[in-house]
Nanobody
Framework: QVQLVESGGGLVQPGGSLRLSCAAS????????MGWYRQAPGKQRELVAA???????NYADSVKGRFTISRDNAKNTVYLQMNSLKPEDTAVYYC????????????WGQGTQVTVSS
C-alpha cells in the first residue's frame, strides 16, 4: 500500500515560485503513475500535472510553461515546481498515485494549501 504526504505549500505573491513535494511510502512506488491535482473553493478538482513511471508528463493547459512535474524514485518522491504563480493557481493541491498495472490501487495525499495573493 502507498501512503502519500504532501508538503511545500504556502502563501506566495503573484509571479513567485513554490515547490511542492509528495513523499510516498511503499515498495512499489516505481510502478505508479503520479499526479498533482488541485481544487479551488466552488470548483471541480482538476488534474494539474502527471508523470508516468517512465517519465512521460502531461500538463493542464493553464499551467504549461510554468509548472514542472518530476519524480525521484530512489527517494520515493514526486515534485511540482511552480513558477510565475497567478492568483488563479490558489487551491488545495493533492498528490495522487495510480498503479499502472493493477486496477483498484489509487491513493491520495491529504493536500497542501497554495495561496497566491498580493
Amino acid at each position: 500500500q502507498v501512503q502519500l504526504v504532501e508538503s511545500g505549500g504556502g502563501l506566495v505573491q503573484p509571479g513567485g515560485s513554490l515547490r511542492l513535494s509528495c513523499a510516498a511510502s511503499g515498495s512499489i512506488f516505481s510502478f505508479y503513475a503520479m499526479g498533482w491535482y488541485r481544487q479551488a473553493p466552488g470548483k471541480q478538482r482538476e488534474l494539474v500535472a502527471a508523470i508516468t513511471s517512465l517519465g512521460s508528463t502531461n500538463y493542464a493547459d493553464s499551467v504549461k510553461g510554468r509548472f514542472t512535474i518530476s519524480r525521484d524514485n530512489a527517494k520515493n518522491t514526486v515534485y511540482l515546481q511552480m513558477n510565475s504563480l497567478k492568483p488563479e493557481d490558489t487551491a488545495v493541491y493533492y498528490c495522487n498515485a495510480v498503479n499502472e498495472l493493477v486496477r483498484g490501487y489509487n491513493y491520495w495525499g491529504q493536500g497542501t494549501q497554495v495561496t497566491v495573493s498580493s
